[in-house]
């Protein structure tokens, strides 16, 4: 018996014995409801398919997506009359609903707009990997309960190329996510062309070593010694915004700021309060050196440098970052010092919200708002800052009491860079290994916990966070989010009515699916390992 024969043994001993119920939809995220009908659909080499105009990109992705996976391909029509398989739109329902209806002789998918549409054949996907060509009869109808569900992919500490970040892309949509937030600058590498500032990527994107093996405090640090770097161009950036567009994901770019910013300060050393010399990182943590806040040509390099990300990206939201601020190097320059002489500041903290209110507000006079993690919270901070919790779940309720909207990310639960079995050294590839985030505790994040009933508006939605200090290539980043990116992906949709042992019956379909697609994935606990 080969490798894959006894997984897959493996994996139909565990789901018989977990205590629960089959569900005959195995659909994840949980759909709203499944109603199952009497017959089958069988899809063969004459089933056509009709798509509604508007739905020309659903129709391509369903030939591109849904074909693959059986054994036979099908006809396009381009007439209602005579189609077996159907995509329309309908008014009745919201933009993300979608209402996917099989009987024995009509299927037919139907959303609020194409973004239902797209979710319904993701749904649809899920089915064929379960029963292949003959799906049972059935009605399914969804929507999701979060507005935001999405998954950072930091690039600066290991760099994707493009092909990689469109695969990633492709996890996000099949598992109805709908955000991508695209880690873009920090102190390992500065990632994105800037045309007006050359060196950001002649200099910024380059490092001239990696640390190898997991940092811990104490121990001697050891480098590989070999250069290390990469970036996008503006062309590129276009291409994978649009790749993402055609799967509904809005791709939100963080530019970091005023920490986290070696990539910049050593392409262009008078954006710092020293003047340098400054290098690009080469070890993780967390640098002193920050944007020089007294100067206003740091003011004028960053309005520039979004003036050419804003032209790039068309999400209404930009990140821009404001965590792990040291304030050493502010507190030691006359320049910042004079500022906030000028602005009447008490402290460096009030440095930082004058630095983040003069970005906020250039970006918001160009019709775009502003993400930043919770450390704003330490300062002043306008309600119209949206924040992503990230340190821990109670800077959530104080940000939802000083009436800011928020978006979930605790380390606890959304790390997925973090170690998933209690003993990663045995099990695992190199990671985070003294923290540890396993499938069952992603799945327990609630994000509407004590809050009151008012208060749940504030809550936009969820996000998994893959920061790549130990993920070197796709294989690796595949392995540690699988399948941990399916219960994040559930908490965001279906954090209503979820349920942890009726989440692990429906998840043998979605890893029928990871095999087929060719994703890599950790079984761990599917072997009794947690």
């Not at 391909?73 to 009359?81: D, F, K, M, T, V």
């Not at 139907?110 to 054949?121: D, E, K, N, R, W």
């Not at 379960?130 to 930091?154: C, N, T």
């Not at 920490?259 to 640098?287: F, I």
Request: glycine letters at 8%; charged letters at 25%.
């Amino acid at each position: 018996m080969d490798g894959k024969m006894l997984k897959t043994v493996g994996l139909l001993l565990f789901f018989m014995w977990f205590p629960s119920v089959w569900c005959e939809a195995g659909i994840v995220p949980k759909p709203l409801s499944v109603i199952e009908r009497r017959g089958t659909f069988r899809i063969t080499p004459h089933t056509r398919l009709y798509a509604a105009e508007g739905l020309e990109s659903e129709a391509r992705l369903f030939m591109a997506d849904i074909v693959p996976l059986l054994d036979h391909g099908i006809a396009r029509s381009e007439q209602l009359r005579g189609a077996d398989i159907v995509l329309r739109l309908d008014s009745a329902l919201e933009a993300e609903e979608y209402l996917l209806q099989i009987a024995p002789g009509r299927m037919t998918l139907s959303g609020g707009t194409p973004c239902g549409v797209f979710y319904a054949l993701q749904s649809l996907r899920q089915l064929i990997a379960e029963h292949g060509a003959s799906i049972p009869a059935l009605e399914i109808h969804d929507k999701p309960d979060m507005v935001y569900r999405g998954a950072m992919l930091d690039v600066s500490r290991h760099f994707f190329p493009v092909e990689e970040v469109k695969r990633f892309i492709d996890l996000l949509a099949l598992h109805k996510l709908n955000r991508f937030h695209w880690h873009l600058t920090d102190d390992q590498g500065w990632r994105i062309e800037i045309r007006r500032y050359p060196r950001l990527t002649e200099i910024g994107s380059q490092r001239r070593e990696t640390l190898v093996g997991v940092m811990r405090e104490g121990e001697t640090m050891r480098f590989d010694h070999i250069p290390y770097g990469g970036y996008y161009t503006q062309d590129e950036v276009r291409e994978i915004v649009s790749y993402a567009a055609a799967r509904h994901i809005e791709v939100i770019p963080e530019i970091d700021m005023p920490g986290h910013g070696m990539g910049a300060l050593a392409a262009y050393p008078w954006l710092g309060c020293t003047g340098g010399p400054y290098e690009v990182w080469t070890r993780w943590g967390v640098s002193e050196d920050l944007y020089c806040a007294g100067r206003e040509t740091t003011f004028t390099f960053i309005e520039h440098v979004l003036s050419e990300i804003l032209a790039l990206f068309p999400s209404r939201q930009i990140h821009i970052g404001g965590d792990e601020c040291p304030v050493t190097r502010w507190q030691d320059c006359p320049q910042c010092r004079r500022r906030m002489q000028t602005e009447r500041l008490a402290d460096e903290t009030a440095l930082r919200s004058y630095f983040v209110r003069r970005i906020q507000q250039w970006l918001q006079a160009r019709g775009r708002e502003i993400i930043g993690w919770d450390e704003l919270l330490e300062g002043e901070l306008s309600s119209e800052v949206t924040l992503m919790v990230w340190r821990d779940p109670a800077h959530a309720y104080e940000a939802i009491r000083r009436g800011c909207r928020v978006i979930l990310s605790p380390k606890q639960y959304c790390y997925l860079d973090y170690s998933q079995t209690a003993d990663p050294v045995r099990y695992e590839p190199p990671c985070h290994d003294t923290r540890y985030v396993p499938l069952r505790q992603v799945y327990r994040l609630e994000p509407f916990d004590r809050l009151r009933p008012e208060e749940r508006s504030q809550v936009l939605g969820v996000q998994g966070n893959v920061w790549t200090e130990y993920m070197p290539d796709m294989e690796c980043l595949e392995f540690m989010i699988l399948p941990r990116l399916a219960a994040l992906a559930e908490v965001g949709w279906a954090c209503e009515r979820k349920c942890y042992s009726d989440f692990m019956t429906r998840m043998p379909v979605l890893i029928a699916l990871y095999e087929k697609l060719g994703y890599r994935y950790a079984d761990y606990v599917f072997r009794g390992i947690e």
